[in-house]
């Protein structure tokens, strides 16, 4: 049914090494710096996956962007609520409440690389590979989808990782898949 092209896991103590790790990377995206973390780890890690993709950039009705994760948008959320729990000290920020919808990173990893197919976002209680193989499979029974980009990613507390893969359709039996997947994720 599918394999796996390319996979990448990063995983950062905090928000500053997320920063840094962007400078390093000599990238000019000046609108990172506006994203949530969440966001900000998806579109680091779609960076990499593409980075040597010659045809990137040309619009793709084919390629499914499907990310998922527990805390869904619980770490902009909260910063959110202290701009309004104060009556005496209310100041509501824009900014914010724009990442207050998990599949924001969706977006902008669409957006980005002009990605034009099917994006969703997925809460779910624990990284479960069989329900991620569940959800390409079914993905791709949309016959104009060849390619999904799909994403574990976390960014709360403690917890700032993301784990995406690149999967092309193919005859490959996904249950093999759903073995390499739980394989490269805990690597």
């Excluded at 995206?29 to 680091?44: A, N």
């Excluded at 729990?85 to 900014?95: D, H, I, L, T």
């Excluded at 969706?106 to 991620?132: P, S, V």
Aim: charged content about 25%; some cysteine.
């Amino acid at each position: 049914m599918a394999h796996i092209t390319k996979h990448i896991k990063l995983s950062f103590k905090n928000s500053v090494e997320i920063s840094d790790f962007y400078r390093s990377l000599k990238m000019e995206y000046p609108k990172f710096f506006k994203m949530d973390g969440l966001s900000k780890l998806g579109f680091l890690a779609s960076e990499l996956i593409f980075e040597d993709d010659e045809n990137r950039f040309v619009p793709r009705e084919d390629i499914a962007v499907l990310c998922f994760n527990r805390s869904s948008s619980l770490d902009i959320d909260t910063q959110y609520q202290a701009t309004i729990a104060n009556n005496e000290n209310y100041f509501p920020s824009p900014s914010l409440f724009v990442y207050t919808l998990p599949n924001i990173v969706a977006g902008e990893i669409a957006i980005r690389n002009k990605f034009f197919g099917e994006t969703f976002f997925y809460i779910c209680k624990l990284f479960d590979a069989k329900q991620i193989i569940k959800t390409l499979k079914n993905t791709f029974l949309d016959k104009n989808i060849t390619t999904i980009l799909a994403a574990w990613i976390e960014h709360f507390e403690e917890k700032k990782e993301v784990f995406m893969i690149l999967v092309e359709n193919s005859n490959d039996d996904m249950e093999i898949m759903e073995e390499q997947l739980m394989k490269l994720y805990n690597s």
